[in-house]
């Protein structure tokens, strides 16, 4: 999970970030979109309540119920009508489109004018948002499809930059253990590049630096040896002065000939 | 596009009807009759066909639907009618024809249908069409072909539209309105005690229509309507209206009157039974008393309750068992001699009709007083002197104890509204609801 950390953590961060961004356009298009709707609709319906008052003075003052009711319901099936309500001087309700009752937020609306004979059209604005075909689900749709693209995309971009470092912290951890053998391949040309361009070229500078140390020591081992010899006679054949001082197959540092210092070690 | 889709399938539907009884027919006319009779004459142009002294009239009606009872027994009762005249000579040596279109309750198809009556067919007039919403969209179009002298005679729909102006020059109505319904139902009620009345409508034309004719005559006696609640048009009878009889009957109601079609009437009853409302419930004529009451009996069966109880029903025609009445026993006869039946083409959905009913006797009366209009032009009928023939029309028995009239301003030739009860597996006039009615 460590391993992960900063994957996820970049990960989420960009999702969440992605999604206030989404949500908050999907919020303020809707509700500008809405805005522009209700304000068309407005219109619309003004301009539709003048044009059934206008159109039918003949039968308004014929007073027949009946006949308004035939005049609104020929533009009942208007797009996005909701409603179509006339309303006498007297403050009745003589037509409307409304099943089974006019709600009391309209009948509010009619009380609000009385003594004046009132034309009404309107559309419910709760649709706008709610129903599942309404513009503002038409606009959040593509949103969403946006939003859920750039989620796609932060997982391969995030995962492009985490990827080498996960590789650079490996290296680095094996060459740490001395393993100057281990590599990395990689390359590019941007920060991460450089960061491995870097740590390669550091550890084979500590590469060189241990070989030169190994050198160093195994010199001084073999000068102190020879001065040993000196101060004790030896057979030459004796390989004894043979010493195995760092780890098998490395070179036992004499300056005779020898056949193998692991077997010397063994015999020893 | 809708209109468009309908006129395609109206006019794919459109047939002729050429009904004629095998015997009976005079020398002159017999050859051609008996070619004729009983067969679908596909349509050519002309409505006053001199040479085969034919007259052919546009009906176009719900034959499909929740409302197609009501075109159907309308058809039925013209059907017999033009059979009975067309058997005995014809209307003054005139066959007559129907030519029948589907409109299914529904005002587009109606408006495409009449287009294609008026302009491919060329029928002689428009006749029997059903409904209210249907027949107020074709109106303006009647106007727009006033030069042609065209005119919807006998229109199944009481709506005072029809009879007021600017439109009334265009139309004849045989029937009383729904102001005269209403009326009739509203003085029943307060004569009986009911001064609470509410009102269950379509929302369209024709409810409202039924609703004003309520308010009007509520306000002559100082009330007002209780409570109203709407329904949309093509309700069928499985709808669930409890919602509407809880609106209703929280303002507590004495009665009830129903502006609808039979099956959204029959649901409306149906669910204030069982909300345990025992109220008078009216309905007017257009919600056909017959199949409504074809619903309820059906009803009683499932649930052992008496639905037909405490139900009013308005009618514009008397009753067609009223033996005293000479129409009536005319109008048993041709049905029971008449060998209707729907062309297959227009028979989309199943429907068993009924050997009599209100609305195929209204059919029947509405055939016999145009047979007397052609009669009355029999040298030479023409569209215009078939207005000025109706408009001379006084006081034409026709065998209901009501004479019919027109003339100048009155294009409805009856006013009379009856009060039918059912009781004991049919129906019955009555004169006046008892005090405390149910």
Known sequence: MRRHGLFLRLLVFMIAAFGVMAAATSLLSGRELNNSMVREYEGRAVALARSIADGNTEILLSRNAGAIQAAIDLHQEMGGLSYILVVDPQGEVVAHTFTPVVPEEVMAIVREAPGKAHFGAGHDTRTLLLAPDTEVIHVAQPILGVFLAFVAMAFFFIRGITGPLRELSAYAQRVAKHDFSATCEVRSKDEIGSLAEAMRSMAGQVSGHVNQLEQSVSEATSGLQDAWARSRPLSATSPTACWWWTRPGSSCGTTRPCSGCSAWKART | ?438
Not at chain 2, 52 to 74: C, I, Q, T
Not at chain 2, 87 to 110: E, F, I, K, Q, T
Not at chain 2, 311 to 340: C, E, G, K, N, T
Not at chain 2, 352 to 361: D, E, G, H, L, W
Request: a positive charge; one cysteine or more; proline letters at 5%.
């Open chain 2, 1 to 438: 596009m809708s209109l468009r889709a309908s006129t395609a399938n109206a006019s794919g539907e459109t047939l002729r009807v050429g009904l004629a009884a095998l015997c009976l027919v005079p020398s002159r006319v017999s050859g051609v009759v008996l070619t004729l009779a009983l067969c679908l004459v596909l349509g050519w142009p002309g409505a006053a066909r001199a040479d085969k002294h034919e007259l052919v009239f546009g009906m176009s009606a719900a034959f499909s639907g929740p409302a197609r009872g009501l075109g159907m027994e309308y058809f039925r009762g013209l059907m017999a009618s033009f059979e009975h005249t067309n058997a005995h000579g014809g209307a003054g040596g005139w066959r007559l024809v129907l030519s029948l279109r589907d409109d299914g309750y529904d005002p587009l198809p109606a408006l495409s249908n009449t287009i294609g009556f008026v302009e491919q067919e060329r029928v002689f007039a428009l006749l029997g069409y059903v409904g209210t919403p249907t027949t107020a969209r074709v109106l303006p179009l009647l106007k727009h072909y006033e030069s042609e002298h065209m005119v919807l005679l006998f229109p199944f729909t009481g709506a005072d539209l029809l009879r007021e102006r600017p439109f009334d020059p265009f139309v004849f109505n045989l029937r009383a309105s729904y102001f005269d319904e209403t009326r009739g139902l509203v003085e029943a009620l307060i004569a009986a005690g009911k001064r609470r009345i509410a009102v269950f409508h379509q929302c369209d034309v024709y409810g409202r229509n039924g609703w004003d004719g309520v308010r009007r005559a509520l306000k002559a006696h100082g009330l007002s309507i209780a409570a109203s609640a709407t329904y949309r048009r093509g309700a069928v009878y499985t709808q669930d209206f409890r919602r509407e009889v809880g609106l209703l009957l929280a303002a507590r109601p004495d009665a009830v009157i129903t502006v609808g079609t039979a099956p959204a009437c029959a649901a409306f009853i149906r669910d204030a039974r069982d909300a345990g409302a025992t109220l008078p419930i009216a309905t007017l004529s257009f919600a056909d008393a017959d199949n409504l009451v074809k619903f309820l009996l059906a009803q009683n069966r499932v649930t052992s309750r008496d639905y037909t109880a405490g139900l009013i029903f308005s009618q514009v025609v008397p009753s067609f068992a009223d033996p005293r009445l000479p129409a009536a026993r005319l109008y048993r006869q041709a049905m029971d001699h008449a060998r209707v039946a729907l062309p297959a083409q227009l028979m989309r959905e199943e429907y068993v009709p009924n050997s009599r009913s209100f609305v195929s006797f209204e059919g029947f009366l509405a055939g016999q007083v145009l047979a007397e209009a052609v009669r009355r032009m029999a040298d030479a009928p023409t569209r215009a002197r078939l207005a000025s023939v109706l408009l001379g029309m006084r006081k034409l028995d026709i065998g209901i104890g009501e004479k019919v009239s027109f003339g100048p301003g009155r294009n409805q030739g009856l006013r009379r509204m009856y009060l039918v009860v059912y009781r004991n597996g049919g129906f019955e006039n009555v004169k006046a609801l008892p005090k405390g009615w149910p």
